[in-house]
């Protein structure tokens, strides 16, 4: 049988078998060094009744007391500094040694130490890990003795999700954030504005929301925040300017260059459909326009003041038919914009065109050779002659993106497409036909599509090659255009997701497949119990 340690994931650092057995029982007590670390606590005795049945006692200050859990924070602990920081940005802007941590499990108790908050709050979801995979008795768990040495290579793993192409209830958002805890990944970027729609209320600017548009009011948006900031997980609100701003256009047409506005078509596989029309010009925020910069203010500074994170993305992507003298003066005075509000900005690869700071945050997310051969890829043939010359045109510019980042200094997150897209197709047939039939409809056939080893295992610059970009950061990264339902969201993220937080947690080469797939396939009764939609690839172990 597995040993529990050895289905975790991500794979820890250091596990050390040991000998014993503690037995958690109903009742064990819980202990913390310091007020301070009660929230971590308290969320650990919570999650673990919901996926265990075991009720612990409530937390409360005080010395460790025997068959209980000890939980303390001290960053001089001297296991702790044998692990070394992580390297990169911080989202939170915390320390890059804030994320280790110790557990021990013996049969005297579990003493979980973190160098931070955010490192114990790790900890406690290593040990709710290992209390699934044991063995249960008349209600109490058998944890195998063991010590773990712990602690992220990458200070900045996250999750791109577009909320937009398919929109989301606020209940799914929360538990896609408990996915992300459950990974040991902190950050969600949340992508809130396109051309399908604008989901963030801005009440100054009510003619975005409309009444009867789906859309996140202030209450849900402080809900997703406050439970993202209690698993340590930073939010990073992205409104995308200039291009992608279809939606802000059709509220306000005085926005776009020419003053007039396309509709919004909400279905985003229709929208691509309208490109081939005559009459069809790709529209944009025209920096020329005093009206464009009063909606920027209003907007950054409404999306700034509820947002307790330090970052704030501005987009930047794709904006076809922008010359590019106007994208690079739209790109520099959001960036001061953002700055004026109290943020960091962060932009996709394209405003690394503009004048930079040195250091600026931008995220690489074209891979290389994206574009399919037309030819080999059917559905490719039958995109919009001008969309695929307005991709090919971003393609290209996009060929010495590296090397401008390299000039400028940019801190870079690594997004591309090739390793880090989990809307790519699933390339693995399954024998099941409902599982088939959701393989066939999911994912961009624009990409070629991928078997979860290569998720697990492809090259990626800066881990497993030398690399001359000063990579602060890893994003996997989920559009939504072909997805329909949350089930369709978890199938796509489900195995993959994991895959890439274990790539992002090493930042180095990748684990051996034989070393992931037990792990995966450990995860996936997981899912079943919480009714999550994965899909089972063969390669995987799944059924
Ligand atoms: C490109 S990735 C986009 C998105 C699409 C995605 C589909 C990026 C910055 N822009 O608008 O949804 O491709 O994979």
Not at 20 to 33: C, E, F, P, S
Not at 73 to 85: E, Q
Request: contains cysteine; hydrophobic residues 45%.
């Amino acid at each position: 049988m597995n040993h529990p340690p050895d289905l975790l994931l991500p794979a820890p650092r250091l596990a050390e078998k040991r000998e014993g057995i503690l037995t958690l029982r109903h009742g064990a007590a819980v202990t913390v060094a310091s007020p301070e670390m009660l929230p971590v606590a308290e969320l650990l005795v919570d999650r673990l009744l919901t996926e265990t049945g075991v009720r612990l006692s409530a937390p409360h200050t005080g010395a460790a007391a025997p068959g209980g859990i000890h939980l303390l924070v001290d960053p001089s602990d001297g296991a702790l500094t044998a692990i070394a920081p992580a390297r990169g940005v911080t989202p939170s802007g915390c320390s890059l040694d804030a994320e280790r941590f110790s557990l021990l499990v013996a049969p005297e108790g579990v003493r979980l130490v973190g160098s931070a908050a955010a490192g114990l709050h790790h900890a406690t979801t290593v040990l709710r890990a290992l209390a699934e995979q044991a063995p249960r008795s008349e209600g109490a768990l058998a944890l195998p003795a063991v010590r773990i040495l712990d602690g992220p290579a990458l200070a900045w793993r996250g999750l791109s999700f577009d909320v937009v192409r398919h929109a989301f209830s606020r209940a799914e958002v929360l538990q896609v954030i408990d996915l992300l805890e459950r990974y040991r990944m902190n950050v969600l970027h949340l992508h809130l504005t396109d051309e399908q729609g604008w989901r963030l209320e801005i009440p100054a600017r009510p003619a975005l929301t409309p009444p009867g548009s789906s859309c996140f009011t202030e209450e849900d948006f402080a809900t997703i925040v406050a439970h993202a900031t209690a698993r340590h997980i930073t939010v990073v609100p992205e409104i995308d300017m200039p291009g992608h701003s279809g939606a802000a256009i059709a509220a306000y047409p005085e926005l776009s260059p020419t003053g007039t506005a396309q509709p919004v078509i909400a279905d985003p596989m229709e929208a691509i459909a309208r490109m081939a029309s005559e009459d069809f010009t790709p529209q944009f925020l025209d920096p020329r326009k005093d009206e464009v910069w009063d909606f920027v203010d209003e907007v950054i500074g409404a999306v700034a003041a509820r947002t307790p994170g330090p970052y704030l993305h501005i987009g930047g992507d794709e904006a076809f038919g922008m010359p590019q003298d106007l994208h690079d003066a739209f790109v520099v005075r959001a960036r001061e914009i953002v700055r004026a509000h109290g943020k960091e900005p962060i932009g996709w690869q394209e405003t690394a065109r503009a004048d930079a700071e040195p250091g600026e945050l931008v995220q690489l997310w074209i891979g290389e050779d994206p574009l399919p051969d037309a030819d080999e890829n059917p559905f490719f043939r039958m995109l919009p002659p001008r969309l695929i010359e307005m991709l090919a045109t971003t393609f290209a510019a996009a060929a010495s993106d590296p090397r401008r980042m390299i000039g400028q200094n940019a801190r870079v997150i690594m997004s591309r497409s090739d390793v880090a897209y989990l809307d790519a197709p699933y390339a693995e047939p399954s024998t099941d036909p409902e599982v088939e039939a959701r393989r066939y409809r999911l994912g961009l056939p624009t990409y070629p599509a991928v078997t979860i080893e290569h998720a697990a295992t492809a090259p990626i610059p800066g881990f497993d090659t030398d690399d001359q970009l000063d990579l602060v950061g890893f994003e996997a990264a989920i559009w939504c255009e072909t997805v329909q339902s949350f089930d369709d969201l978890t199938f796509l993220l489900l195995p993959r997701l994991p895959l890439l937080a274990q790539r992002a947690w090493d930042a180095g080469p990748a684990r051996t497949w034989e070393d992931l797939r037990p792990r995966l396939a450990a995860q996936e009764p997981l899912w079943r119990r919480d009714g999550l939609t994965f899909f089972a690839a063969p390669s995987a172990g799944g059924r």
